[in-house]
T-cell receptor, first 115, second 113 residues
Framework: EPEVTQTPSHQVTQMGQEVILRCVPI?????FYWYRQILGQKVEFLVS????????KSEIFDDQFSVERPDGSNFTLKIRSTKLEDSAMYFC?????????????FGDGTRLSIL | GDSVTQMEGPVTLSEEAFLTINCTYT??????LFWYVQYPGEGLQLLLK?????DKGSNKGFEATYRKETTSFHLEKGSVQVSDSAVYFC????????????FGGGTRLMVKP
């Protein structure tokens, strides 16, 4: 069964450094998402992406964050200048289309640790 | 805004016990409802879904019925196994809110042999 893959599985970065989290969505999916889960807290929506542009974003997704689909297969989340509070598990998800009966399929996540 | 509330865990059961994890929601539109499961060290896996009122989602012995009158989507299983130990997340997808998922806080289930 096709799956969403995320790399790396664990990223350790110094505060203030830039980090790029990578995702390869399922190949025929059209909608892409990033979520994060701070340890012990809820899974929170960050951003959705369709047709090469952001379609929705949450308050968390400020100017330090950006997303890109550089080559038609990868979907990346960049954090420009990381802060301690960015430490979390980051999940990528993809969906085939916008229909409400289509579930989002998640990757295994990247654990980001900011030192 | 949309929100999902789950019973807090952990829930500890003996093998073959009956499981209920409560989930209630608030939404502005007509959401689809989902249960996702997260096994230790893994990502979120879709367990089951329901897209309209009175739909019953089922998978691997788990069931949940979309109850619009009580705005609930409780997860049940008649006989749990040790391998069911995981964190379970209730979530909704509201077309009026861009179809992004709104999650509950998760409920950790521990099943003892």
């Amino acid at each position: 069964e096709p799956e969403v893959t995320q790399t790396p599985s664990h990223q350790v970065t110094q505060m203030g450094q830039e980090v790029i989290l990578r995702c390869v969505p399922i190949s025929n999916h059209l909608y892409f998402y990033w979520y994060r889960q701070i340890l012990g807290q809820k899974v929170e929506f960050l951003v959705s992406f369709y047709n090469n542009e952001i379609s929705e974003k949450s308050e968390i997704f400020d100017d330090q964050f950006s997303v890109e689909r550089p080559d038609g297969s990868n979907f990346t989340l960049k954090i420009r200048s990381t802060k301690l509070e960015d430490s979390a598990m980051y999940f990528c998800a993809s969906r085939m289309d916008r229909g409400t009966n289509q579930p989002q399929h998640f990757g295994d996540g990247t654990r980001l640790s900011i030192l | 805004g949309d929100s999902v509330t789950q019973m807090e865990g952990p829930v500890t059961l003996s093998e073959e016990a009956f499981l209920t994890i409560n989930c209630t929601y608030t939404a502005t539109g007509y959401p689809s409802l989902f249960w996702y499961v997260q096994y230790p060290g893994e990502g979120l896996q879709l367990l089951l879904k329901a897209t309209k009122a009175d739909d019953k989602g089922s998978n691997k012995g788990f069931e949940a019925t979309y109850r619009k009158e009580t705005t609930s989507f409780h997860l049940e299983k008649g006989s749990v196994q040790v391998s069911d130990s995981a964190v379970y997340f209730c979530a909704l997808s509201d077309p009026g809110a861009g179809n992004m998922l709104t999650f509950g806080g998760g409920t950790r289930l521990m099943v003892k042999p």
